[in-house]
């Protein structure tokens, strides 16, 4: 199998699922939006994955390709019914190109934080053999404010009440990340706006507790990575 992989900032990458692809012996194609990488042909691929980045989705005068990605990414959603999966910003990118509207938050989640799973997501394949609640990593000041139509809310958390989605059997998306390394909070941190965010949210020091917070969950992180990436090919007929 073939994966086209959408990537914003080259530090925001699939994480942990990269040994997972390795594992299944899937190869992928990244396609890095923020350096002039052209969106691609879709049917040499098998689904597409879209990582986060510190762009806004409306940001569309500044970063003019968001307009060609959310175009790709309903076609490749609505057109082909090809399975996607998005993380933060693609999370995001999923619902504005299905119809749905993104937002500033209210409260910007930046952390590790808990999400609940709703009714819709304890049935959903895609959070199956997860708890009610999921400990997760959190670092978005924007959120999903309008659902899309035939789009179902999988969790939520008092702070955003859109966590993760689904469409169809074929897509799903969420606000939050499972998909920690050992290097990512340090990594992430070193983004202009991320760091700017973090600091807001914690103080000049949030980052060593943020980093120490991490490596406390990772094991877990890693565990429910492995767990959706298992049921993200289930639900989506790869395997």
Excluded at 137 to 151: D, K, M, R, Y
Excluded at 225 to 232: D, G, P
């Amino acid at each position: 199998m073939h994966f086209a992989l959408f990537q914003h900032v080259a530090c925001e990458h699939p994480g942990v699922f990269r040994r997972f692809f390795l594992d299944d012996g899937i190869d992928t194609t990244t396609i890095q939006l923020d350096e002039g990488d052209r969106i691609p042909d879709f049917s040499r691929f098998d689904a597409l994955l879209v990582m986060g980045g510190p762009m806004d989705v409306w940001q569309v005068d500044e970063h003019p390709w968001l307009s060609q990605e959310k175009a790709a990414i309903r076609h490749a959603v609505v057109g082909l019914k090809m399975p996607y999966l998005g993380f933060c910003l693609g999370h995001q990118l999923l619902a504005e190109a299905l119809g749905g509207e993104v937002g500033p938050s209210k409260q910007p989640e930046i952390g590790i934080t808990e999400v609940s799973l709703t009714e819709v997501g304890i049935k959903s394949p895609f959070l199956k053999g997860l708890g009610k609640t999921q400990k997760c990593l959190q670092w978005h000041s924007a959120e999903v404010t309008s659902v899309p139509e035939g789009a179902g809310v999988l969790a939520s958390s008092p702070a955003c009440k859109v966590q993760a989605l689904s469409y169809g059997s074929h897509a799903f998306s969420m606000q939050y990340h499972v998909e920690l390394e050992e290097d990512t909070v340090p990594n992430w941190a070193a983004i202009p706006e991320y760091k700017s965010a973090l600091v807001n949210a914690m103080g000049a020091d949030g980052l060593q507790k943020f980093k120490a917070d991490a490596d406390a969950g990772m094991e877990g992180f890693n565990a429910a990575a492995r767990v959706l990436y298992s049921n993200f090919m289930t639900a989506t007929g790869l395997r």
